[in-house]
């Protein structure tokens, strides 16, 4: 073969190879970007919090999604009362009262009882209980002095302390508690805007979705209410989410 | 059937020849200085510049431009041994031819040279001085130190060589000239004023802007290389021409010929 031929051959090949290379860079590339793009909106629009959902929804007036700063809370006065701390709604009922009369039964071997009422949410953990006679444990030799427990005011007490942990813990779950008990308040805006907090730590939660709208409806902004959870539910397909909507549109809420 | 591309080719094949030189801007400014330096009180001048821009050339044009006007000697190949050197020097300068069982000694070379001061200005261009020894180049500094002998040096810039010439020159030099591949503008009128001079008017009516921007990537604009790319080309078209002719267009110069002597020459790795 002459030295001219094979030449072409090579030529051809180079062709091929200057065709092949953008080529395939450009499939690998509308590939990658294809599968980003069906990640991004599987995954990423679909838990998208609120303040993005907002956003991109016209109808949504900019000044609600603003998230108004909580005022510090101020720590609480120091003194000898025992503080409880809250408890998380979910617990054993049966466990606990069995440890707490478990813990009374060696209370009542003293000759100082303290009786603590409190409201279903603010049952005392095992934990707390111990520590508490541990305190009187330690205190026992000296003259009994009966510590006072503040619990005038239960529901304020208790958004005090929540907001106190969330001080502490950031946690979506401490503000979802908190966007609870202002919506049960009927204190709704304080509800939004800790639902939205709660959102925005963990967009995942579908409480905060739902207790953001329900506290909107609750304003009257039913309209807005409707479109966040129609946007929550194109993307999570949530029962409650469609359950809520209907009860927003009936006027049930 | 004779191809019209077996003899264009030809006139690509690298070659110092007055005939094959190109009028561009930059020659001739490098010339015009050069030609001054001549006639300046210099003892020697440096071309400098990376191999294939242009430097023989140039030399080559001075010799023959120069040599019916004043006493001008072009050693186009380097005289490497010594002895062979100072009696090519002394028969050019004195006319005389040295028998071969007889050399010329240096300080009587010198004091040749002397003898001549204020009588005679001759001028000697040494090509590829890179390859002389160091003894040797201090042997022509010394003879250009009469002021009798001026000397034209051309040295071929690599990164070694750039020792030399900063070292070994820079007290002795008084004029450099730098050369440097050309422009894309430069390198179309190279083309098209050779094509052009040799008849192949058509041919360059072929190469478009494109191809020169092509042919300049390829080459860097350099002389020699630009040579032997279009060598390659017109040899590509000459074997076509023969044996394909229905794959070759006389309009344009074809993308696929200017790529195939790219990867002949290894410019493109294919």
């Known amino acids: ?253 | 059937m004779k191809s019209k591309f077996e003899e264009l080719k030809t006139i690509f094949i690298d070659s110092v020849d007055k005939n094959n030189y190109v009028e561009l801007e930059a020659g001739t400014y490098n010339y015009n200085i050069l030609e001054t330096s001549l006639l300046k009180p210099l003892k020697m001048i440096l071309l400098y510049g990376k191999p294939g821009t242009g430097k023989s050339m140039l030399l080559n044009k001075l010799y023959h431009n120069l040599k019916e006007h004043r006493e001008i000697h072009y050693f186009d190949a380097p005289i490497l041994s010594e002895k062979a050197f100072l009696k090519e020097i002394y028969e050019s300068m004195s006319g005389q031819s040295i028998p071969d069982n007889m050399r010329v000694n240096f300080d009587g070379l010198l004091k040749y040279c002397q003898s001549l001061r204020d009588k005679r200005e001759i001028v000697f261009l040494l090509d590829e001085c890179q390859l002389y020894s160091e003894a040797l180049m201090e042997k022509i500094r010394l003879l250009s130190d009469t002021r009798v002998v001026k000397f034209v040096i051309t040295l071929h810039k690599t990164e070694d060589e750039d020792i030399i010439a900063k070292e070994h020159f820079k007290t002795r030099i008084w004029e450099v000239i730098v050369m440097k591949n050309v422009t894309e503008y430069d390198l179309q009128l190279y083309l098209q004023k050779k094509l052009i001079k040799k008849g192949f008017i058509e041919v360059s009516n072929m190469i478009r802007k494109k191809d020169i921007k092509y042919i300049h990537f390829m080459t860097n604009g350099n002389f020699r290389e630009t040579n032997k790319y279009l060598y390659t080309i017109f040899d590509i078209y000459e074997y076509y021409e023969k044996n394909s002719p229905q794959k070759i267009s006389y309009k344009k110069l074809s993308k696929k010929i200017l790529e195939m002597a790219a990867i002949r020459l290894g410019y493109i790795d294919a």
Do not use: C
């Open chain 1, 1 to 253: 073969m002459h030295k001219i031929e094979v030449l072409e051959k090579k030529w051809y090949r180079y062709r091929l190879k200057m065709i092949m290379i953008p080529l395939g860079s450009s499939v690998v590339t509308a590939f990658i970007g294809s599968g980003g793009y069906y990640l991004y909106d599987k995954y990423y629009i679909h838990h998208k919090p609120i303040t993005r959902v907002l956003s991109a929804t016209k109808e949504a007036n900019s000044s609600d999604i603003n998230i108004v700063k909580v005022a510090k809370v101020e720590p609480l006065e120091k003194s000898n009362d025992i503080l409880l701390e809250p408890i998380i709604p979910v617990i054993d009922l049966k466990k606990e009262e069995s440890l707490h009369y478990a813990k009374k039964s060696t209370n009542s071997s003293t000759s100082h009882k303290r009786l603590v009422k409190a409201k279903a949410n603010t049952y005392l953990t095992a934990k707390e209980l111990a520590s508490i006679s541990s305190v009187e444990r330690r205190t026992s030799s000296k003259p009994y002095v009966m510590k006072k427990i503040k619990f005038h005011s239960t529901s304020v007490n208790y958004i005090e302390t929540i907001k106190e942990k969330y001080e502490h813990s950031h946690s979506s779950r401490d503000a979802l508690l908190l966007a609870k008990a202002f919506y049960k308040k009927n204190a709704y805006k304080e509800a939004e805007n800790w639902a939205l907090k709660a959102n925005e730590i963990n967009f995942k939660l579908e409480e905060s979705w739902l207790l953001f709208a329900k506290s909107k409806a609750k304003m009257g902004r039913k309209q807005e209410a409707i479109n966040i959870l129609a946007k929550y539910y194109t993307k999570s397909k949530s029962s409650k989410a469609k359950a809520l909507i209907g009860q927003i549109k009936t006027g049930k809420i």
